[in-house]
């Protein structure tokens, strides 16, 4: 289970005026900024991006200078993968080291949809025992019993982390992730493609 909330794309405006620094060919640019803050690119500046793209990540420098923001809520088996993407991105994450015995421990902080019978019977006791863990906690302050929290914790706890990354980085992810085996990153990559002009910049449809 992923939940993908309040995406926000910044500085396409001057990632294109970027882009045509090389042959100072500012005066062409069509693009414009709606009064709602929306980038819409014009044609002749979007036909220079789809080409650039096209040439190589050498050539599409401009990609690295958009940059989106999202809080993504994940279980921790999935961070683990999404934290090979470590150059040219930045997350600040919940803190299970000093927020895991602030709330309740409930099966809403786990993904849990795949589990079944037996499988599912043994996550939710463990969450039995790690709720009564972190209330004993709070009344003693006796540090093995937060030890025993954080030594319990299984990888589908889910953590919320706001990260920011480029357009260049989702291509890479977009294409190494595509089709994945988690369904985790196919909705991932869903996301990506919905965003702005991800079509064609990140990603051109099989004909």
């Known amino acids: 289970m992923i939940k993908i909330e309040r995406t926000g794309i910044f500085n396409m405006e001057n990632a294109v005026r970027g882009a045509r620094n090389a042959m100072n060919s500012w005066g062409n640019m069509d693009s414009r900024t709606e009064p709602d803050g929306t980038f ?46 470590k150059v040219g991105t930045t997350a600040n994450s919940q803190s299970t080291m000093h ?53 319990l914790l299984p990888s589908s706890y889910r953590q919320m982390r706001t990260c920011t990354m480029s357009y260049e980085n989702l291509v890479s992810m977009r294409r190494d992730r595509l089709g994945h085996k988690l369904e985790e990153w196919r909705v991932f990559c869903e996301w990506i493609e919905s965003l702005p002009y991800a079509n064609p910049l990140i990603f051109k449809p099989e004909p």
């Open 40 to 85: 819409v690119f014009g044609n002749a500046d979007l036909e220079l991006m789809t080409k650039l793209c096209a040439a190589g990540s050498s050539h599409r420098k401009f990609m690295r200078q958009i940059f989106v923001s999202a809080d993504i809520t994940a279980p921790l088996y999935w961070w683990k993968e999404y934290d090979t993407y």
């Open 99 to 151: 927020k895991l015995h602030a709330k309740p421990i409930t099966p809403a902080d786990f993904s849990h949809d795949k589990l079944r019978g037996a499988s599912l019977d043994a996550i939710l006791a463990l969450i039995e025992v790690m709720e009564s863990l972190r209330l004993e906690y709070i009344k003693t302050k006796d540090k093995s019993l937060w030890y025993a929290l954080i030594q």
